[in-house]
Structures are given as structure tokens and as C-alpha cells.
């Protein structure tokens, strides 16, 4: 018995030191920063697209900070991505083969029931869902940074949800 | 013959509404949550302070008759808050209705218009044909009577909005300055006392839910606003009741101790104001989400909220759908590591689990994760290698199950799910306590605990306990397997770098391995697309991650969809070597889970 709770005490050490330890630099903040300010540009500039296409405006703009690989096998998160969402309600019957068209520079590509974007190392796509007629989301994110939860709640500019102009 | 043509009219306009239902419920929220810590300060001012024992003789009554009128004026406006925020809250409720009833208004209105019009269009010039003219009388007709009844629906909608504001301004103004307040409730008993005494004694949530039943309205929402930490985490009284409950001690805490500079802070207010922004940014993530299939935001439900249990690590359980009325229910249960800091992560698997569902044809479910028990975590990370708190664990949620089954009087489909030490607990509570689960899910489990022999002693019945373990998670390799144990025969049998960890550590888990054949539950395919080679720890935390193959599969349980879940072959300990997985040879496949 006495050998069994060694060895698994040894399996959880092993688990616990494949978490990994924090810490952080004002440089991953400072790429956070950035990253936010990159994704909000290219939101703004499909947002204006997707405006002009489908004739609306966007509704219910957020932006937020999420968490993206964890640590090892805990459940605090090790990385986190910014991203932005935004709804356009619209009578267009084909909404995403119009914003096709409109964003060939981006390489669009239909993905199921969405149409997805790349802009360098940032990622996009306008969805439509099958009980929700009328809507089309538009997601914007980018790449996962390296940084530990505990840092992140700690940060100022952390959001979660927090509406966002795309004016 | 004559035939008399009445063109229907063009109906009213219907008028401009932008009230946001939502945020006067906000508001009334914040209110109710206002009410709670003047009710804590009138109580501590009144009670606490005073029955401390630090004070007797003279300077007991010196506090008294000093501090007595500001603990009672405290109670007053804590009552007078409380009348404000039902009020709020009822107009809130009242205004979403109305917003809804006005959308159909608004769509009945257009679509009426464009068919008055058109039949002013074939009245002009107006047929020959007599059988044409019958039926463009009738069109009329009929589009007429639809005006009328739109019209009429519209001087009602009007009427109601205006009932509404009325009700909730003669609410509001009911206590205007502070002189009115102690006018009106300073010494008026609280519903709330005489509903607290009134409790069970006991925990039997069947117990709870007939005295919840029994109080008044104005009881239940007195004790909300009152006893909050009571209410929201009693098993057996309503999910949503409890929520509200948990909305004013969440939001309480992050005003109140949000309000203190942090180098104020003492160690304890420090550990709850970090557990309350972590309950609430997961609270965040669950209501910026939606729905895959109908874009409509989710709504999260706090059912536990107790930030300073276990030493601090903290309760939480918080749900994507209404617990109270979904056809599907699932509770995911996680392991190491985990405490209240763990919400964010642990709501997005459930934010994942419920899109899933959806897209997969769930059309009522709800999925809650919970952190409910005292799991491994910190300092006593070393609890992983004993059973002692998946047993304890267990026993705690077989009282939460047990809550869920006493608050619904109808028969619904209830799924536990548990990964890693989770799944361990999740067995123990189905093997030590038979709550009343249709179906359990173990992910990436080190052991369904040493009480399980086989699938059957969970209590559902084989075919009912799902198992979902990726062949390269080196946690899912911790079980004990076959008739002698890799430990036994020594390390190096298992090829790979890891091998000779994973052969010491095989047969030290905590229990039988639930994905080997011998204990014959229903195995799901669970491989991931960026699967390692070799046995690791990535592979043991994808089980929740969109497009793939768990995820699906855990949808179309957490469903009842068990012709879709799509099986895999069973763990194999043959007698001349290590276990044989026949997983690790298939190609992984990454199907869609939320259409995006």
C-alpha cells in the first residue's frame, strides 16, 4: 500500500510539474496591447464591409480577453487570445456569398455555416445559424499569447465581454 | 346582385420602444444586492457587535443607546432598498415581455400593411368577374378583422406599458427621503425572519423544496435579498431562486471588497475578492456566449457560491441554461488543481458542451460545471494519490444530484460527467450514494474508484456509463488493468520514453481503469486531431474543445442521442505484455460541434 502512494505521489508531481511555472514581463502585456489594437483595426474594417454589403450596422459589439491553452493538467489557463464579436441583422438571402466577394483579399474560405478570414497571424469569420434567420456574428481573434491566468486577472486592461465601438 | 367591397384600413403605426427589459433587471439587481449589505449591517450593528461579549454593564448600554437607531435605520433602509428592487425587478420582468409582445406587434404591423395594400391594388381598377370580386370581398374581409384584432392588441400592449410605469414610479416613490424610510419600516418586522425560522432542520431536499413552496412570494424574495448565502446554496430550492441568491452575495462581495484598496485588504478578503472575480469573469464568458444555432446569448445560473469553503479554494457551480426546466441536464465535474480560480476554464467547457448539444439537436439543456468538492489542488495537490477526497467529494455530489432531482417535479434526463480526479468522485458518488443520474461519463480517468469493479456497480446500468479516454493521455493510463498489473511485471514493458513512468505509475490510480474491457462500460472514440505520440498531459485536457471527437460524443449523450455516440474499442490486457489500446492506431477524425 505504502508503495502505491509513493508511486502515486510521484504521478502527481509529475502532472503538477508539466503545469509550469508564471510569471510575466511588461513585454507580454505590451504584445497583448498590440494585439488588441491589431484585431480591433481589422474588426473596424470588416465591420464597415459587412455594413456596406448587407446594408446594416453591427449590434451587440464586445470585446474580451479568453483564455486559450491550460496549464498542464490544471484548469488555470497558460495563454490567452483577444477577441471581438459583433451581430449584423440583415434581409440579405445570401450573406455570406456577398461578404465573399467583399473580402477576397483576406483568402475567404466556407467552413459549415460560416465563411473564414485571415489577415496575417489574425483569424476571422461571419457565421449564419440555421434558427436564427437574419443574423450573421462576425468573430475576430488573435493568437494565443503565453500568460498566466493569475497575471491576467491582475491586469487592468483584462476584459471579458465589455462592449466595444466598431465604429 | 351588389356586392359591397370595404378596403380594409391601414393599420396604426406601432409605436417606438427601445426600453432594455435586461438592464432594468440589472438594475433592480444591483438594488436587491444594496438591500443585502444594509441587512448585513443592520444585523451586525444590532446583533453581532452587540452579543460579542466584548462590551458589558455600562458600556453595553452606552453601545445600545448609541449605536441601536443607526442598526435599526440600517434594517429600514435595507427594507426600503428591498421594496424598490422587487419593483425594479418586476418592471424589468414586465418591460422583456413587453419587448417581445411589441416585436410581434411591430412584424403583424408590416405584414398587415403590405396586404391592405395589395388589396387596394386589385380593387383598382376592380374585377369583372363575380367570382373574383366574392373573393377579393372576402380577402378584405378577413384582412380587416386581423387589423381589428391587431389594433386591439395594440391598445392593450399601450395600456399594459403605461400600468407598468405607473406601478413601478408609485413603488419608487413610496420612500423618497430617509425621514420616510424610518417612517415606513424602522422596527416593521422582515418577512424574512419569520421564513428563516420556519426552515428544516435538516438537509432532505424534498424537505426544502415543500417549505420553499410554502413561503409567500414576499417571503422567498425577503430571503434572497437577506440570507442570500442560505438560500444559494440550499439543495432543494429552485435554480433560479438560487441564482438570485448567488447574484447578491457575488455581486455584494465584488462591491464591497472591490471597494477596499488592495494593500488594505486582509489575507481573507484578499482570498474572497479573487474567488468572487473569478466566479464573475466565468459568469461573464457564459453570458457573452451563444447559441450556435439561433445566435441568441446564453444565460448563466449560479447555483453554488460560497467563496471561503474548504480553507479558501471556494465553491462554485454555475450552469449555461436554466436548471429548472431543461429536458437535459449535465453536471461536469472537475479534478486536479481544481478551486474557484478554476471557473473561467471550467465555464467555457460547459459553454462548449451546451453549443455542442445544440448543434447536434439538443433543443432544452442545460450544463453546469461544478467545484463543489475539496479537489487536489495546492498544498494538497498530494491528495490526488489517495481516494479520500473523490469519496468525500462523492458524498457531496450525490447531495447536489440529489437537489436537482428534489427541485423538478417533472422527469428529466440528468448526465454526470467527471474528468480526471473528477470522474473518480463521479464514481464514488454513483457507486457510495445511487443519486439519481441516467447517465455518467468518465474522461480521461485515472480510476473509477476502488468501489466499481465493474460499469454495473455505478447503478445505472452498464450501457448507461460512457467512457471517454484519449489513448495517449497519460492520465487515462493510471487505472489498474488485467490480471496483473505492468507495476508487477516492471518497468520498460511499455515502449516510449514515458513508458517506464507509465508502467510504475499503471495499478497506483485509483481504481479500475473504466476504459479497459473488463469493466465493461460503453467506450467512446476520444482521440484528438493534434494527438501526442507518446503519452502526455495535453491529450488529458481536450475532452471539452470544439470539433472534437469527445465533444461530439458527450453532446449526444448529455442528449439521450445514444444511437449517435460513436463507440470505441475497449482497453485490452493480454497476459504476455502492458495493456493494448486499440485507439492509438486509428486516425483521429475532428467533427463539427458548433458550425463554425
Not at chain 2, 291 to 312: R, S
Not at chain 2, 526 to 549: C, L
Not at chain 2, 578 to 589: F, K, M, N, Q
Request: hydrophobic share 35%.
Amino acid at each position: 500500500m505504502t508503495a502505491r502512494i509513493l508511486a502515486a505521489t510521484a504521478a502527481a508531481l509529475t502532472i503538477m510539474l508539466a503545469g509550469g511555472c508564471g510569471g510575466v514581463s511588461d513585454q507580454t502585456y505590451t504584445e497583448l496591447e498590440h494585439q488588441r489594437d491589431d484585431v480591433l483595426a481589422w474588426a473596424r474594417e470588416l465591420s464597415a464591409v459587412a455594413s456596406t454589403t448587407l446594408a446594416t450596422s453591427p449590434e451587440d459589439a464586445t470585446e474580451a480577453y479568453d483564455g486559450v491553452a491550460q496549464k498542464g493538467t490544471s484548469d488555470n489557463y497558460k495563454s490567452y487570445k483577444y477577441d471581438v464579436q459583433a451581430d449584423f441583422v440583415t434581409e440579405h438571402q445570401e450573406p455570406l456569398d456577398a461578404l465573399h466577394d467583399e473580402l477576397e483579399e483576406f483568402s475567404p474560405t466556407f467552413s459549415s455555416n460560416s465563411l473564414r478570414l485571415s489577415h496575417g497571424d489574425l483569424t476571422a469569420f461571419f457565421q449564419i445559424y440555421p434558427k436564427g434567420p437574419g443574423k450573421v456574428g462576425m468573430f475576430v481573434e488573435g493568437p494565443a499569447i503565453e500568460i498566466d491566468q493569475e497575471d491576467m486577472s491582475d491586469w487592468d486592461g483584462f476584459v471579458v465581454g465589455e462592449p466595444v465601438d466598431l465604429a | 346582385m351588389t356586392i359591397t367591397i370595404s378596403l380594409p384600413p391601414t393599420p396604426n403605426e406601432t409605436p417606438e420602444f427601445d426600453a432594455d427589459g435586461e438592464k432594468v433587471q440589472d438594475a433592480g439587481t444591483t438594488l436587491r444586492t444594496s438591500s443585502s449589505i444594509f441587512d448585513d449591517h443592520g444585523s451586525f450593528v444590532g446583533g453581532k457587535a452587540k452579543d460579542s461579549g466584548l462590551l458589558d454593564g455600562q458600556a453595553a448600554a452606552a453601545y445600545v443607546q448609541a449605536l441601536s437607531p443607526i442598526g435599526r435605520h440600517a434594517d429600514a433602509c435595507s427594507l426600503a432598498l428591498r421594496a424598490a428592487a422587487n419593483a425594479v425587478l418586476g418592471h424589468g420582468d414586465e418591460l422583456v415581455d413587453l419587448a417581445k409582445r411589441h416585436q410581434q406587434l411591430r412584424s403583424d404591423r408590416e405584414h398587415l400593411a403590405r396586404e391592405a395594400a395589395a388589396l387596394a391594388s386589385r380593387a383598382n381598377p376592380l374585377p369583372t368577374d363575380e367570382a373574383e370580386l366574392q373573393r377579393l370581398k372576402a380577402d378584405c374581409d378577413r384582412c380587416t378583422s386581423q387589423i381589428e384584432a391587431y389594433e386591439s392588441d395594440l391598445v392593450r400592449w399601450t395600456e399594459d406599458l403605461k400600468a407598468s410605469e405607473d406601478k413601478v414610479t408609485a413603488a419608487l416613490r413610496g420612500a423618497m427621503t430617509e425621514t420616510q424610510i424610518d417612517q415606513t419600516y424602522a422596527g416593521v418586522a422582515d418577512p424574512a425572519d419569520a421564513a428563516r425560522d420556519s426552515m428544516p432542520s435538516g438537509k432532505d431536499p424534498k424537505a426544502v423544496k415543500a417549505w420553499w413552496d410554502g413561503l409567500t412570494e414576499e417571503q422567498r424574495a425577503a430571503l434572497i435579498a437577506a440570507d442570500p448565502e442560505i438560500v444559494g446554496n440550499t439543495d432543494g430550492i429552485p435554480a433560479a431562486d438560487r441564482s438570485a441568491a448567488n447574484t447578491v452575495s457575488l455581486d455584494r462581495d465584488l462591491a464591497e471588497l472591490g471597494a477596499i484598496p488592495e494593500d488594505q485588504r486582509t489575507d481573507d478578503e484578499q482570498t474572497r475578492y479573487d474567488n468572487a472575480k473569478a466566479a464573475d469573469v466565468a459568469r461573464d464568458k457564459i453570458e457573452r456566449s451563444k447559441d450556435p444555432m439561433t445566435n441568441e446569448h446564453y444565460e448563466a445560473q449560479v447555483y453554488i457560491y460560497d467563496p471561503m469553503a474548504f480553507g479558501g479554494d471556494g465553491r462554485v457551480a454555475m450552469a449555461v441554461g436554466d436548471l429548472d426546466t431543461a429536458r437535459n441536464v449535465s453536471v461536469s465535474v472537475p479534478g486536479l488543481t481544481t478551486d474557484m480560480e478554476s471557473a473561467q476554464s471550467n465555464a467555457e467547457n460547459v459553454i462548449n458542451l451546451h453549443q455542442a448539444a445544440s448543434f447536434e439537436g439538443g433543443t432544452s439543456t442545460a450544463t453546469m460545471f461544478w467545484i463543489g468538492y475539496d479537489a487536489p489542488s495546492g498544498a494538497d495537490s498530494a491528495g490526488v494519490a489517495t481516494e479520500g477526497m473523490a469519496a468525500a467529494g462523492g458524498e457531496r455530489l450525490a447531495d447536489t444530484l440529489d437537489g436537482l432531482n428534489a427541485m423538478r417535479s417533472d422527469d428529466f434526463h440528468l448526465t454526470a460527467i467527471g474528468h480526471s480526479y473528477g470522474s473518480t468522485t463521479v464514481a464514488h458518488a454513483m457507486t457510495d450514494h445511487h443519486p439519481g443520474a441516467d447517465d455518467v461519463v468518465l474522461l480521461g480517468s485515472p480510476g473509477a474508484g476502488d468501489d466499481a469493479d465493474s460499469a454495473d456497480d455505478l447503478g445505472v446500468g452498464s450501457g448507461h456509463v460512457f467512457v471517454g479516454t484519449n489513448s495517449e493521455d497519460l492520465v487515462g493510463r493510471l487505472g489498474q488493468t488485467g490480471w496483473v498489473s505492468p507495476a508487477a511485471i516492471g518497468a520498460g514493458v511499455l515502449t516510449g520514453p514515458l513508458g517506464g513512468v507509465v508502467a510504475q505509475m499503471a495499478g497506483a490510480g485509483l481504481g479500475h481503469n473504466p476504459a479497459e474491457d473488463d469493466f465493461g462500460a460503453v467506450r467512446f472514440q476520444a482521440e484528438s486531431t493534434s494527438r501526442g505520440s507518446i503519452p502526455n498531459i495535453d491529450d488529458h485536457v481536450k475532452y471539452y474543445d470544439h470539433d472534437t471527437e469527445s465533444l461530439a460524443n458527450m453532446a449526444h449523450i448529455v442528449n439521450g442521442q445514444y444511437d449517435d455516440v460513436v463507440r470505441a474499442g475497449q482497453v485490452h490486457d493480454p497476459w504476455y505484455r502492458g495493456p493494448v489500446d486499440p485507439e492509438s492506431d486509428r486516425t483521429p477524425t475532428s467533427p463539427d460541434t458548433d458550425g463554425s
